[in-house]
């Protein structure tokens, strides 16, 4: 069965490969793989010609949300894919999805109308498509790993590495290619959780120093791809 909805907090923190590898040897014990433990993780974000989405976001309004198409691992067009709405509302990180074939998300495109597993989750993402004029506008990949804590299995540990992204051939079936964010061997944790995180948990996080920090993969690409476009002005 899918989850197509989620409420819940998400902590990023940006880890050098010394730091993860030290944090490992401390939480090994505590934790274990997920079901999907490996996966290349692939996704379309949409916006519109003005980047309307993803200025709101970096502007740290108290409100914000993507639209996105996600995949894991690179799809077939009848394999499964998800066309999600993540949203941000004072800290706490709703998701709302609905799940269908790559072939059925073309078929939208081309204003065909769906069958899907929720109709009330696509009439809002059909809204919000319409509403900004979305469009594809980035490809962005990274393989991820995904743990679980043996005593909590609502608390949730992912690390993100090779983040890459392009702007062409923007569609899942073309494969995870794409440039590499990151000039050294980073990872991007989350903590995923209901409620607040296990007590030996935190106290590791201070031991070793490593602190929560604000890290969108979309906003920091556009970030860098406007610094690029500036040098060129």
Not at 43 to 72: M, T
Not at 147 to 166: A, L
């Amino acid at each position: 069965m899918n989850i197509e909805i989620f409420k819940r907090i998400e902590q990023k923190y940006l880890l050098s490969e010394q730091d993860y590898k030290r944090l490992m040897e401390r939480i090994k014990n505590h934790i274990e793989k997920d079901k999907f433990f490996q996966s290349t993780i692939c996704n379309i974000y949409f916006d519109n010609d003005n980047y309307d989405l993803i200025i709101k976001s970096l502007e740290k309004e108290r409100y914000k949300e993507k639209v996105r198409l996600r995949s894991y691992n690179v799809p077939k067009l009848d394999d499964n894919v998800f066309f999600e709405i993540k949203s941000k509302l004072n800290g706490v990180v709703y998701k709302r999805r609905v799940t269908l074939t790559l072939k059925d998300f073309y078929n939208y495109l081309d204003g065909k109308e769906l069958t899907t597993s929720n109709k009330q989750i696509m009439r809002e993402i059909d809204y919000l498509y319409k509403k900004y004029d979305l469009k594809p506008k980035y490809f962005i990949a990274y393989d991820r790993k995904s743990y679980f804590d043996k005593d909590n299995n609502t608390f949730r540990i992912t690390f993100d590495e090779n983040v890459r992204s392009r702007q062409l051939d923007l569609k899942l079936e073309k494969g995870d290619a794409g440039k590499l964010y990151f000039n050294e061997k980073k990872y991007i944790m989350e903590l995923k959780t209901v409620g607040g995180l296990p007590l030996y948990f935190t106290k590791i996080l201070s031991d070793l120093k490593i602190y929560p920090t604000s890290f969108s993969k979309y906003g920091n690409i556009y970030k860098d791809k406007i610094k690029e476009e500036l040098l060129y002005v």
